[in-house]
């Protein structure tokens, strides 16, 4: 079990930046970490991914805007959100699971999952 705990959202104007922050509650070198958003009515989509070889991805529309990382130290899963948009305006969730070296895209193979953190951003 690991349990996950997100921070940094807020609201931003559109060009700004946040940093998003997920703690875990144990060491997550061998888990593979996501990042997903949920806007108003729409459904949760995979934001950024980061493979236990370091690998990322990322969704189309945050290419070039978002950074995912990871401190393993400190176990902490980071979202740097920069030319922010207010499209962008969602509740971001950490999601993290060990079964899998390389992400799943879909959000149904996620085992553990944080509170999420709301981000808005204003035009």
């Known amino acids: 079990q690991v349990q996950l705990v997100e921070s940094g959202g807020g609201s931003v104007q559109a060009g700004g930046s946040l940093r998003l922050s997920c703690a875990a509650s144990?060491?997550?070198?061998?888990?593979?970490m996501a990042w997903f958003r949920q806007g108003p009515g729409d459904e949760r989509e995979g934001v950024a991914h980061?493979?236990?070889?370091?690998?990322?991805s990322y969704a189309d529309s945050v290419k070039g805007r978002f950074t995912v990382s990871k401190d393993n130290a400190e176990n902490i899963l980071y979202l740097q959100m920069n030319s922010l948009k207010p499209e962008d305006t969602a509740m971001y969730y950490c999601?993290?699971?060990?079964?899998?070296?390389?992400?799943?895209?879909?959000?149904?193979?996620?085992?553990?999952w944080g509170q999420g953190t709301q981000v808005l951003v204003s035009s």
């Open positions: 980061l493979d236990i070889d370091g690998s990322t």
């Open positions: 999601a993290a699971d060990s079964r899998f070296s390389r992400c799943p895209r879909t959000e149904n193979f996620f085992s553990f």
């Open positions: 144990t060491y997550t070198y061998n888990y593979c």
